[in-house]
């Protein structure tokens, strides 16, 4: 949906009913040369669940996609010069990756959560965002052309996350999101970034702010390009978060050595019959621990007409400590009959060992559908 912003007299105690009552509304009669739109989605899906002692089916929020809506507004600073915002919020009842058996309601009483406010200013020069968005690197781990993203996506743990592991028949306490992430990046903060302009197929970026009263700086490349027979994209990030410098202590030696630095990326590639694949590699590590984390996967997918399925295979390893390996394999289905609307379905398996531990798989099969607006 398509308006013109016009000046307002502010925002009502409501602010997100303010915020769009003033796009809708006319409180004077001088225009901007702004043009505003609101959008968004629902992911809604069943997921069921089994950890080898208990199963459930749960009606969740797909947190692979959350459901969400937004507000943003663009318009010509100059010939060369465009400005705009991004308002976006996410509300979810019963998120995918924190129900669990004792949980089964998480979030059934859903808020508001925060993703990006922010505005930016964008030209020649590149662009320019303040505010809360992406930091800069955020995604790079995430690159996926297989079309499946809404239910495989990368970060497997945002569908059964909140599900815990059994260990010789009692509950371990261990969740699939303790010890499966892929370790992208610092995600979403209140920040300063820079995108440069295009240079050739690359894309350069970095960004500097605050995350869990930690400063966070960021490095990032995406590379991504038509090609004679499909298109390939490739994503590379750097982060530092420095969480040991906000909280020196003579009595802790390590307290300022906890910088938390994650490396990697993912590259994806699409042929013009289908075929694609997909991979990811990232670490992360934190001085006041060892070893460190590290994380891959690997996904072969095919698109046609209006489907697309594809199988994957991922570990994450020491996340949880030193010795826990997790692994992940899954299979994936879309089908898009129109641009806006998507029906999905997949079903994996979570694998834990640990030191001289064994636990039950967790099996998890998901289908739904995304509806976007």
């Known amino acids: 949906m398509t308006f013109n912003r016009r000046e307002h007299n502010g925002h009502s105690k409501n ?7 003033a796009a809708a509304v006319v409180a004077s009669g001088q225009a901007f040369a702004l043009s505003a739109k609101v959008s968004g989605q629902i992911d809604r899906a069943l997921m069921y669940g089994n950890n080898g002692d208990q199963s459930k089916v749960f009606n969740v929020d797909n947190s692979n996609s959350s459901t969400r809506f937004r507000f943003t507004a663009e318009g010509d600073v100059t010939d060369t010069v465009k400005a705009g915002t991004v308002f976006e919020t996410e509300y979810q009842s019963n998120p995918s990756n924190a129900v669990s058996f004792d949980n089964l309601t998480a979030g059934s009483s859903p808020t508001l959560h925060e993703r990006k406010m922010e505005a930016y200013f964008k030209g020649l020069f590149g662009k320019v965002s303040i505010g809360q968005g992406d930091g800069a690197a955020n995604g790079n781990a995430e690159v996926d052309l297989s079309g499946t993203s809404v239910v495989s996506y990368v970060h497997a743990d945002s ?18 999101g303790d010890v499966y992430n892929n370790n992208d990046f610092e995600s979403r903060y209140d920040r300063l970034r820079y995108d440069t302009p295009a240079f050739g197929p690359a894309v350069l970026s ?13 490095l990032a490349a995406r590379i991504g390009s038509d090609v004679p027979g499909g298109k390939y994209m490739i994503g590379l990030g750097y982060s530092n978060k420095d969480t040991g410098s906000n909280n020196p202590s003579p009595a802790s030696p390590q307290a300022d050595k906890g910088n938390v630095v994650t490396t990697g990326g993912s590259a994806s590639y699409l042929s013009n019959t289908g ?44 996340r949880f400590g ?21 029906l999905f379905a997949a079903a994996k398996v979570h694998k834990l060992d640990g030191p001289n531990q064994s636990y039950d798989d967790i099996k998890v099969v998901t289908t739904g559908t995304r509806i976007k607006f």
Do not use: H
């Open 15 to 21: 602010a997100l009913l303010a915020l769009g009552a």
């Open 159 to 176: 569908v059964g996350g909140g599900l815990t592991f059994q260990n010789n028949g009692t509950d371990s306490g261990i969740s699939i």
């Open 206 to 218: 970095a960004s500097y702010g605050d995350k869990d009263n930690s400063p966070v700086t960021e």
């Open 275 to 318: 075929l694609n694949g997909t991979v990811t590699y990232t670490t992360k590590s934190d001085d006041t621990s060892s070893p460190d984390a590290k994380f891959w996967d690997v996904k072969i997918g095919y698109k046609f007409g209006k489907n697309a399925v594809a199988i994957d295979y991922g570990r994450s390893k020491d």
């Open 322 to 342: 030193d010795g826990y390996k997790a692994d992940m394999y899954r299979i994936g289905y879309v089908y898009k009959p129109v641009g806006w609307a998507e």
